[in-house]
């Protein structure tokens, strides 16, 4: 599909496509550039491309598909490093969580003759850097593109093409639309669990030890979101904060209701709701976009006997994770 795909970032995200591209051989080449060191040794004994180098213009240069898999915040120096060594006619784009402020930042930095598609996939999980990464990550799972008004149509079907052949369901929509659907099914859970979890790392010893002891229950599930990358979810609400303030504002409405219903004792009032939510799950499921299997598909009986690194990938491959 392409001559040489440059992955620049090879965490959870890049080394996903990385392994999913060699395994379905969707790229002659594939150049790795990263940051650290460490890393760039990581992804070479990982064996997840064919040529590795710290210097991110060097990657690209000859690339037909660039894509930034590194956090939203780092990419204007990036891209500032990177420009000069795109190829014209190559199609650059990117994996962020976040696309409005994305496209402000790049789309006046493009060279012309570069396509520049924006994208993001819909799946991940709380792991990061190269080790995490695994080719079924996008399997079934949406990739939204944002390409601008008037990006080159035969691009836009590349692109498509590329993130279909690693299993993903593509949808183009304009980039604020993206960033308000986002803020709504992923953002603001991230920081409703980023909160609940601080909430209890702030109570005294003693209450802790007790949560932590018999986390077996809701908390449990709110901590797996709570441990995702602190980069990268800084770099989302630091870029996405118009539309996670306004759906913030909407749940914090509906809180306040729900508090009342506690309150005043409406079980009917909670009854009902409950009853929605419960549907929006049943939804979710049919939709193929989560396992049916109780309590997310965790091993259970014999779970004791299961040692932890295996019921942990148990559960990744019954499809916990989370995206962004
Ligand atoms: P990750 O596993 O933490 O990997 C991040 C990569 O970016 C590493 O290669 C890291 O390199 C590099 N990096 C970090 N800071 C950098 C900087 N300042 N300059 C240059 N490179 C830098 O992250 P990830 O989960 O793959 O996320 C990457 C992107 O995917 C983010 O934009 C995120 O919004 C998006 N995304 C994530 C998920 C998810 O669930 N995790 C889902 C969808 C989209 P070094 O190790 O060398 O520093």
């Known amino acids: 599909m392409f001559n040489k795909l440059a992955l620049i970032g090879i965490g959870l995200i890049g080394s996903s496509i990385a392994r ?14 990263t940051r650290k060191e460490e890393t760039l040794e990581e992804a070479r004994a990982l064996g997840l491309g064919d040529t590795y180098t710290l210097d991110a213009a060097e990657a690209v240069r000859g690339a037909d598909l660039v894509i930034l898999c590194i956090p939203v915040g780092a990419y204007l120096p990036v891209m500032e ?92 929509m304009d980039a604020a639309h993206h960033d308000l659907v986002l803020a709504i099914t992923s953002h603001v859970p991230h920081l409703i669990a980023y909160n609940i979890v601080g909430t209890v790392a702030d109570l005294e010893a003693a209450t802790q030890s007790e949560v932590i002891k018999f986390s077996a229950s809701g908390f449990r599930d709110f901590t797996r979101i709570a441990a995702s990358d602190p980069v990268m979810w800084r770099d989302v609400f ?63 009986g014999n779970a004791s006997a299961v040692p932890e690194p295996v019921a942990e990938v148990l559960f990744r491959e019954h499809g916990g994770g989370e995206d962004a």
């Open 20 to 33: 999913a591209t060699r395994l379905k051989g969707l790229a002659k080449t594939i150049a790795i550039s």
């Open 81 to 172: 490093a990177i420009r000069d060594a795109l190829e014209p006619g190559a199609i650059l784009s990117d994996v962020g969580s976040v696309k409005g402020q994305v496209m402000a930042t790049l789309g006046p930095l493009v060279p012309k003759g570069v396509h520049f598609i924006p994208g993001h996939p819909i799946a991940g999980t709380e792991h990061s850097g190269p080790a995490s990464g695994f080719p079924e990550l996008f399997t079934g799972r949406w990739c939204v593109l944002t390409p601008a008004p008037g990006t080159d149509p035969v691009a836009i079907d590349r692109l498509t093409s590329f993130w279909g052949a690693l299993g993903s369901n593509v949808e183009c």
């Open 238 to 300: 630091l870029t996405n904060r118009d539309a996670v303030l306004e759906m913030l504002g909407r749940f914090l409405e509906d809180l306040s209701q729900l508090q009342r219903a506690v309150r005043i004792g409406d079980g009917p009032g909670m009854e009902a709701l409950f009853t929605r939510t419960r549907a929006i799950r049943r939804s979710i499921i049919t939709a193929g976009q989560e396992t049916a299997a109780a309590d997310f598909g965790r091993p259970h």
